[in-house]
């Protein structure tokens, strides 16, 4: 076994402390970048920081904290000293040059890094290469020591193992091609989405702060096989399957990318297509980790994420997981209808199914009907795309009375109007 690829490398991680933000939000952004890192396969071995004003314009931190800094890597013979913030092609290139051969990465190529690693389908990877592509484009003459060794680890995957410095051209040419390739998948997507909507499919899609336990939850609602681990960013190309709520209703669940404080706006841009899943949603169901001391702050983080989606008048119904490990301060926020479990426990599962349909119920109309039995076809499409709560034989009249509740602009609403009185 190569030695080489088993070893993890060993990273310093670099932040700076603004007024805007207190001892508590700093010391859990740093714990963020830090399970980043291990997401990363890196290890963190010295943590770095300062308090500032503002950020130095040229050098992020301070030109004495920097000498610092570049001291520290010699004595702990770092691989990798990653930034906590994003910085500017000025910044890399000016702390490059002090810190001479050490790979110099900021929070949103880490973040990038990881959602190559992740990738697994071929749109996941086109838009993964085209946010790095983009990312990297003007911070080239910064990263030319780096991206000119042929390596591996942090910072390298994807296009960062080629000379992309080279030929600004070749990168203006693949983002193009990148582009036209994505477009027909998003062609693709949109008449997915048309069909589902034009056959009155109930689409619910599950978002969430990344390790929030979306995956977990996916998985034990419709008995999938989505990859799910301790790690953040485990999942990041969609999930969709078919969920049955408890009156016989048939719903698609979708399992979403994890979001993230400072997500990367070219992430954002790159994926709009697999986030228009949230657009499209009838329901969201909102993830909060529960058992994070930050809980508070990534939740904020979400209903952000899902302003600048333009899916804030979407009905939200968040669910605090992990009660069984639940942090001594939380406190649900009141926000939106809630419910507090645990997706190990069967009965807090079905607890959760109930309450998707009391949401359901919320924007539906009752009907009350009397469907002759021949109807066969018909009572099937109401246990299927209604909530049927009660359905009982009338052998007087030889019909099934049917009570529950329907969309108005469901294509049944018109035919069970033919049966009323």
Request: overall charge negative.
């Amino acid at each position: 076994m190569d030695i080489r690829t088993t070893r993890k490398e060993q990273a310093i991680i670099v932040g700076c402390q603004l007024p805007n933000r207190d001892d508590e939000q700093f010391e859990n952004s740093m714990q963020e970048l830090g399970s980043l890192i291990r997401t990363a396969q890196g290890e963190v071995v010295v943590a770095v920081t300062q308090k500032r004003v503002s950020i130095h314009t040229a050098t992020y931190i301070g030109k004495g904290k920097l000498e610092e800094l570049s001291l520290i890597v010699q004595e702990k013979e770092a691989d990798i000293v990653i930034f906590n913030d994003e910085l500017t092609p000025s910044q890399l290139r000016n702390i490059s040059r002090i810190l001479n051969d050490v790979k110099v990465v900021d929070r949103t190529q880490l973040i990038l890094d990881i959602f190559a690693m992740r990738a697994n389908s071929k749109e996941g990877k086109l838009q993964v290469e085209l946010a790095q592509l983009q990312y990297m484009l003007p911070r080239l003459g910064g990263q030319g020591l780096a991206l000119s060794r042929l390596g591996a680890g942090i910072g390298t995957r994807g296009p960062g193992e080629t000379k992309l410095e080279t030929d600004r051209r070749h990168i203006h040419r693949r983002i193009t091609e990148i582009k036209s390739q994505l477009s027909i998948v998003v062609k693709h997507r949109k008449r997915y989405r048309s069909r589902r909507k034009r056959n009155g499919v109930y689409q619910i899609s599950l978002v969430g702060y990344t390790n929030a336990g979306k995956s977990t939850l996916f998985n034990k609602l419709t008995d999938s096989q989505a990859f799910e681990e301790n790690l953040l960013f485990a999942t990041l190309d969609p999930m969709t399957r078919k969920l049955f709520l408890p009156c016989g209703m048939t719903t698609l669940l979708t399992d979403t990318v994890g979001f993230i404080q400072d997500l990367p706006t070219t992430l954002i841009a790159a994926f709009r297509s697999t986030l228009e899943e949230v657009q499209e949603a009838d329901l969201i169901l909102h993830v909060v980790d529960s058992s994070n001391p930050d809980y508070f702050r990534h939740e904020q983080t979400v209903y952000e994420l899902l302003e600048e989606l333009e899916v804030s008048n979407t009905p939200v119904l968040t669910i605090y997981n992990k009660r069984d490990q639940v942090h001594e301060e939380f406190v649900p926020n009141g926000k939106s209808p809630f419910l507090h479990l645990s997706a190990f426990m069967k009965e807090d599962l079905h607890n959760l199914l109930h309450k998707i349909e009391e949401q359901m119920k919320l924007e539906m109309v009752p009907y009350d009907v009397a469907i002759p039995a021949v109807e066969g076809k018909l009572l099937a499409a109401l246990k299927a795309t209604t909530i049927l709560n009660d359905l009982h034989y009338n052998e007087m009249s030889n019909t099934y009375d049917c009570r529950g509740f329907i969309f108005n602009d469901d294509v049944l609403f018109q035919q069970l109007n033919h049966f009323l009185d």
